[in-house]
């Protein structure tokens, strides 16, 4: 019986991950990450993950508080993006990255509007990653269980 | 399968202000079997060799300690370009600037294309300039760098 349950979700697994490069939530860093989990470092991928959405989450807040200022103040908000970039493009978070390039373009041009839609997008793309990680993580829980239990 | 011979590990000291990154370097050195140390910024570089930020170094000038930074055994050092406070390049002039690791290859990397700037890390006598993100294909590029490092120090180690 685990047999069978332990193939249909390899199989959902295989198409959510499909589906995510895709649709470009993902592109081949994230296979990078992957091949260097293994069996000395079996929850690799899971704390890169941990790790990337705190950060991302204080990045995040911190770029709402200084789009919200009177006086925005560009260059600290070109740094933060900056630092986000840099992570996405870590762990393979494409749209999510292209976000954070119009952002910091918007930034550049000094364009308060431009940067509040910018942001917009940024945070509607990280949720997206992050939701269907947060997915893929349980499965990969989940498939690992049972196959212990073989 | 493996030769008892050389199975020489490096130590690679890696400098990253990116929680993140320091991750995914430390793993992908350890992958490629390198002993690893990383730290948070240059500062904590020089620290961590027994260098200090200002010019003079703080270790006392007496030749025979010259020898001391073999014991750290720190073969390669690869940063990060953009960090607060001292950047990666600041790291590289630093480290050119010192008796005692001027040989230890240094490596840069970074998250943008910027051919001035891999320019001038060359120049100024970095081995390397990798692009973000680092790949393991990358990290088997550093093991020459330190076999040829090493083999000049054997030369130069006339007793």
Do not use: W
């Not at chain 1, 390899?10 to 260097?36: A, C, H, I, P, Y």
């Amino acid at each position: 019986m685990n047999h069978m349950a332990i193939a249909a979700l390899k199989t959902q697994r295989r198409n959510l991950v499909q589906s995510m490069f895709d649709e470009g939530v993902l592109d081949n860093q994230f296979n990078q990450l992957q091949d260097l989990q293994d069996s000395s470092n079996p929850n690799f991928v899971e704390e890169v993950i941990a790790l990337f959405c705190n950060d991302a989450e204080r990045i995040i807040t911190e770029l709402n508080r200084y789009l919200n200022d009177q006086n925005v103040d560009f260059s600290k908000l070109d740094s933060y993006v900056h630092q986000l970039k840099g992570s996405s493009s870590s762990i393979g978070a494409y749209r999510l990255k292209l976000a954070c390039v119009n952002l910091r373009q918007a930034s550049e041009e000094r364009n308060k509007e431009e940067c509040a839609g910018a942001f917009n997008s940024i945070r509607r793309e990280y949720y997206v990653v992050r939701s269907k990680l947060q997915v893929l993580m349980q499965l990969e829980r989940h498939i690992v269980n049972l196959e212990n239990q073989q | 399968m493996e030769m008892a011979v050389d199975k020489t590990q490096f130590h690679v000291l890696a400098v990253d202000d990116s929680l993140i990154d320091r991750k995914l370097i430390e793993r992908l050195l350890k992958t490629s079997s390198f002993q690893v140390t990383v730290v948070d910024s240059g500062s904590k570089a020089l620290e961590f060799l027994g260098l200090n930020d200002d010019e003079h170094e703080q270790r006392d000038s007496n030749s025979d300690e010259d020898q001391d930074h073999q014991d750290l055994g720190v073969n390669l050092i690869i940063t990060d370009y953009c960090m607060p406070g001292m950047t990666g390049y600041d790291l590289l002039k630093r480290i050119k600037k010192s008796s005692c690791f001027r040989d230890i290859p240094v490596v840069i990397m970074s998250s943008e294309n910027i051919p001035s700037r891999i320019n001038r890390c060359l120049e100024d006598g970095a081995e390397e300039f990798l692009l973000k993100p680092v790949q393991l294909s990358d990290v088997n590029k550093l093991r020459p760098h330190l076999m040829k490092a090493r083999s000049n120090e054997r030369l130069f180690d006339q007793h």
